[in-house]
């Protein structure tokens, strides 16, 4: 590859570090949001250094210069039966990898979602800590308490005094196949640097028909506290009382 391509290569690198970024939240999609400003400084530089490469190409050519892939004459000169016709395969083969930058353009990659929290364990329970939700805690609180998945069984598995039971509690997420046939996973991923960690936190809904792979719903219901040890348990249950269809959030993870 010349030097002309690999300038084109960093700047569309950096183009699509930037447009993510700074024009839509798809980067969000991948890492976490504390990201985002070393995403920024990094597509600026891939876009700068592309834009030298290039400019310092033109400007050679202009002068009438040699480029730096100019080479000298009698390595063009076929020395053996073995080198001809070898000369120009390399350079046309090799702008075959401005398609994967490309792609990142006109095909941009999901963030994770059924099929990872299908065939991905679910996350271990904590070593310590009740998982959140105060409000619980309050037994005249009106209304549905609002939770993160990852709060929910976090209290679920470690509080003893199972404040949960009883409660409504609000919980938003995405559908997921349970593969052993009873019921279905209202689930969120969580990740703590970006999604190459990312783990699942899920309950099981088994009064409601299973909607549509994928598809994100704000639920509101009650935990079903289960007989015997609470960290032995593998699916914490969930029954629920109402459920609608919500948009995709920015920002799908944990």
Same mark, same amino acid.
């Given at each position: 590859? /010349?030097?002309?391509?690999? $300038?084109?290569?960093?700047? !569309?690198?950096? #183009? &699509? =570090?930037?447009?993510?970024? %700074?024009?839509?939240?798809?980067?969000? /999609?991948?890492?976490?949001? $504390?990201?985002?400003?070393? !995403?920024?400084? #990094? &597509? =600026?530089?891939?876009?700068? %250094?592309?834009?030298?490469?290039?400019?310092?190409?033109?400007?050679?050519?202009?002068?009438?210069?040699?480029?730096?892939?100019? =080479?000298?004459?009698?390595?063009?000169?076929?020395?053996?039966?073995?080198?001809?016709?070898?000369?120009?395969?390399?350079?046309?083969?090799?702008?075959?990898?401005?398609?994967?930058?490309?792609?990142?353009?006109?095909?941009?990659?999901?963030?994770?979602?059924?099929?990872?929290?299908?065939?991905?364990?679910?996350?271990?329970?904590?070593?310590?800590?009740?998982?959140?939700?105060?409000?619980?805690?309050?037994?005249?609180?009106?209304?549905?308490?609002?939770?993160?998945?990852?709060?929910?069984?976090?209290?679920?598995?470690?509080?003893?005094?199972?404040?949960?039971?009883?409660?409504?509690?609000?919980?938003?997420?995405?559908?997921?196949?349970?593969?052993?046939?009873?019921?279905?996973?209202?689930?969120?991923?969580?990740?703590?640097?970006?999604?190459?960690?990312?783990?699942?936190?899920?309950?099981?809904?088994?009064?409601?028909?299973?909607?549509?792979?994928?598809?994100?719903?704000?639920?509101?219901?009650?935990?079903?506290?289960?007989?015997?040890?609470?960290?032995?348990?593998?699916?914490?249950?969930?029954?629920?009382?109402?459920?609608?269809?919500?948009?995709?959030?920015?920002?799908?993870?944990?």
């Amino acid at each position: 590859m /010349n030097r002309i391509a690999q $300038g084109i290569v960093l700047l !569309l690198l950096g #183009a &699509g =570090a930037l447009s993510s970024t %700074l024009f839509s939240d798809l980067y969000l /999609n991948y890492v976490q949001p $504390g990201f985002r400003p070393f !995403l920024i400084a #990094a &597509g =600026a530089a891939l876009g700068v %250094l592309g834009v030298s490469v290039i400019a310092g190409e033109a400007r050679a050519a202009l002068r009438g210069l040699p480029g730096p892939d100019t =080479a000298p004459a009698f390595c063009h000169a076929d020395s053996d039966d073995h080198g001809a016709g070898h000369g120009h395969a390399t350079p046309r083969v090799a702008w075959l990898l401005l398609l994967p930058v490309i792609a990142v353009f006109v095909v941009a990659p999901p963030a994770l979602g059924s099929y990872t929290a299908e065939n991905a364990a679910s996350a271990p329970p904590p070593s310590s800590g009740d998982g959140g939700g105060d409000d619980l805690a309050d037994p005249a609180a009106e209304g549905p308490v609002e939770m993160k998945i990852q709060e929910f069984i976090s209290r679920a598995w470690t509080d003893e005094k199972r404040t949960l039971e009883g409660r409504t509690v609000r919980l938003t997420g995405f559908a997921v196949p349970n593969p052993e046939g009873e019921g279905w996973y209202l689930a969120r991923l969580q990740m703590a640097c970006c999604a190459a960690d990312a783990i699942v936190n899920r309950v099981l809904v088994t009064n409601r028909p299973e909607p549509e792979e994928d598809s994100w719903w704000r639920v509101e219901g009650t935990w079903q506290p289960p007989e015997g040890d609470l960290r032995s348990v593998r699916n914490h249950r969930f029954t629920v009382e109402t459920m609608e269809s919500v948009e995709n959030p920015p920002d799908p993870y944990e």
